[in-house]
C-alpha cells in the first residue's frame, strides 16, 4: 500500500475529543483541566543551548484508525496532538525509523512540516537492527530516508538506537556502528550541523554503557545525551528485588556527573505505573486525591535536574492533556514523597505482575505468540484481583477469578496466538530489554490456563 494512503486523514467515526480537558480514564487518569500557554518547565541542552520542554512527545504508539496489528496511523488525530502539543509547550518529538510498523516518521514529518521548523526538535534513530543493515551504505541509506520522510534538512538529536542489547551486545555494537565507520559518519554529519546533537539509547548491558563512556572521556566522541530508562521502581531497588542489571540511579548518575543530560524513556514502565495494584493505589489517592496515578510516575521522572525531557507515548488527548498539565510547571517530588515511593515500588515489585514494557521489541514471535498482549492479559488479572490461586477457596470468588481470566484470555488474545503456541525457542530473549525469561512466563501462564480451562470444563456447575 502506497504510505501516504497508508497515512490517509481518518475521523474517529464522530468520537468527541476533548480539548479543554480529560475524561475519567479506567486507568485512574483524572479530569485534568488544560495548562496554560506559556506553563511548561523546561531544560537546556549543554551543547546546543536548545530550551527543551520536560515533556517528551513519544512517537512509538501513535493513534490508530481502528484497532488490529494492521491498523492505519489516524494522521487527522496525529495532526490535531502535534498541534495541542504545541500551543502547550511541548517541542521534544522522539521517533524512529522502526516504529509503527515503519510509518512513525513519515506520520511525524507530515503533522510536524505544518509548523516553523524552529518551533520543534526532532529526535530520531538509526535503527539499524537487522545485520543486513549493519553496511556502510545500508545504515547511511536509512539515516537518508529519515531525512526525508521527516521533511527536514536536519536532526536535532540522532540517536544511536538501542545499543547494549543481544546476547553478545558489544560485537552487535561493533557491527552496527563502529567497525563499518558509521559512527564516524554520524560525527562529520554532527560536523556538517546535519546533526545538531548526538547520542545513544542505552538497553541493558553496562559493559557497552561503560564503553561509549570512556569513549567520550577519551575525546574519541562527544556524546550531547543519553536516552535511558528512568522510573521509580527501577531507581534503587531493581537490581535486588527486579533482576534487571543495574540501578537507574547509577546510570543517571554516570552521565550526570560527566554533565551529559539524560532523556527519559519508559517513565511509566509500559503503562505498568498508571495501574498499580489496589493498595499502592488508595495510599497515592489518599496522599494527592486530586492526582492521577500516573502523575506519580511522570513528578519522579522529571525531578533530577539532569534530565532534559521525560518520553511519554500519548496514543489519546486525554494523556497528552494530562501530562501537559503534570509537567506545566512541575511540582518536583520532595524527600518525603521519595521515600514514599520507594515503598510503593517494593509493593509493585513484589507482586506476580510480569515486567513487560509493551516495547514489542520481542516481536514477531516466530511461531505467531502474541507476547506482549499474553503479558498484559495476564497482569490486568494480577492488578484486578482475577487470578484464581491455588491456595484459595472454591468458592464464587475463585469462579468469578476463573471466569474473567478465561474469558477475558480468549477476547483479548486469538487462541493461536496464546501462551501454548510457545515452543521455548528462545528467539526473543535476547530482545527483552527487562531481560524478561519470556519462555518460562509463557509456559508458566500456558499451564496456568490450561488447568483452568479442565477445572472449568469438569466443573457441572
Known amino acids: 500500500m502506497e504510505r501516504r494512503n497508508f497515512l490517509r486523514i481518518a475521523a474517529l467515526g464522530g468520537a468527541a475529543l476533548m480539548l479543554d480537558g480529560c475524561r475519567k480514564q479506567a ?81 511525524m514529518g507530515e503533522a510536524l512540516s505544518r509548523h516553523p521548523r524552529n518551533s520543534y526538535f526532532i529526535a530520531t534513530k538509526l535503527s539499524n537492527f537487522a545485520p543486513s543493515t549493519w553496511s556502510y551504505e545500508e545504515s547511511t541509506a536509512m539515516f537518508a530516508r529519515s531525512l526525508e520522510y521527516l521533511r527536514t534538512d536536519y536532526i536535532d538529536y540522532l540517536l544511536l538506537h538501542a545499543v547494549g542489547g543481544g546476547d553478545d551486545s558489544m560485537a552487535t555494537l561493533s557491527g552496527r556502528y563502529l567497525d563499518n565507520g558509521v559512527l564516524d559518519f554520524l560525527k562529520q554529519k554532527r560536523a556538517d550541523g546535519t546533526i545538531r546533537n548526538l547520542g545513544f539509547s542505552f538497553h541493558g548491558d553496562p559493559a557497552v554503557f561503560e564503553y561509549l563512556l570512556a569513549m567520550h572521556d577519551r575525546g574519541e566522541v562527544q556524546w550531547d545525551f543519553v536516552q535511558i530508562q528512568l522510573n521509580y521502581v527501577d531507581w534503587q531497588q531493581s537490581k535486588k528485588e527486579n533482576r534487571r542489571e543495574i540501578d537507574t540511579d547509577w546510570l543517571y548518575g554516570e552521565l550526570h556527573r560527566r554533565g ?50 521525560v518520553l511519554s507515548g500519548m496514543t489519546s488527548m486525554d494523556h497528552l492533556v494530562e501530562n501537559v498539565a503534570t509537567y506545566s510547571p512541575l511540582v518536583p517530588i520532595d524527600a518525603d514523597e521519595e521515600a514514599f515511593l520507594r515503598n510503593m515500588a517494593l509493593a509493585i515489585i513484589n507482586d ?59 477476547r483479548s488474545v486469538p487462541r493461536l496466538r496464546q501462551a501454548d503456541h510457545c515452543i521455548g525457542c528462545g528467539t526473543c530473549l535476547s530482545h527483552c530489554p527487562q531481560h524478561i525469561d519470556i519462555p518460562a512466563q509463557m509456559n508458566r501462564i500456558a499451564t496456568y490456563a490450561a488447568a483452568l480451562r479442565e477445572e472449568a470444563a469438569a466443573d457441572p456447575t
Open 27 to 107: 486507568d485512574n487518569t483524572c479530569d485534568t483541566p488544560a495548562a496554560p500557554a506559556g506553563t511548561m518547565t523546561t531544560r537546556t541542552t549543554p551543547t546546543t543551548g536548545d530550551t527543551v520542554s520536560l515533556l517528551g512527545f513519544g512517537c512509538m504508539r501513535l493513534p490508530t484508525v481502528g484497532d488490529g496489528a494492521d491498523a492505519p496511523i489516524d494522521q487527522d488525530e496525529v495532526n490535531r496532538q502535534v498541534d495541542y502539543a504545541l500551543a502547550h509547550g511541548v517541542n521534544y518529538f522522539d521517533t524512529s525509523p522502526a516504529y509503527c510498523r515503519c510509518f512513525s516518521e513519515a506520520a
Open 260 to 309: 551529559i543530560p539524560a532523556v527519559i524513556m519508559e517513565p511509566l514502565l509500559g503503562g505498568r505505573l498508571a495501574r498499580v495494584p489496589r493498595a499502592v493505589s488508595s495510599a497515592m489517592k489518599a496522599r494527592r486525591p486530586d492526582n492521577s496515578l500516573a502523575s506519580w510516575a511522570f513528578r519522579f521522572a522529571g525531578t533530577p535536574e539532569g534530565v532534559l525531557t
Open 352 to 410: 506476580d505482575s510480569i515486567g513487560c514494557t509493551d516495547c514489542r521489541y520481542c516481536m514477531p514471535c516466530p511461531y505467531g505468540v502474541n507476547i506482549p498482549q499474553v503479558f498484559a492479559h495476564y497482569n490486568r488479572c494480577v492488578l484486578d484481583g482475577d487470578i484464581a490461586r491455588a491456595d484459595m477457596p472454591r468458592d464464587a470468588d475463585y469462579e468469578r477469578a476463573r471466569q474473567a481470566f478465561l474469558y477475558g484470555y480468549d
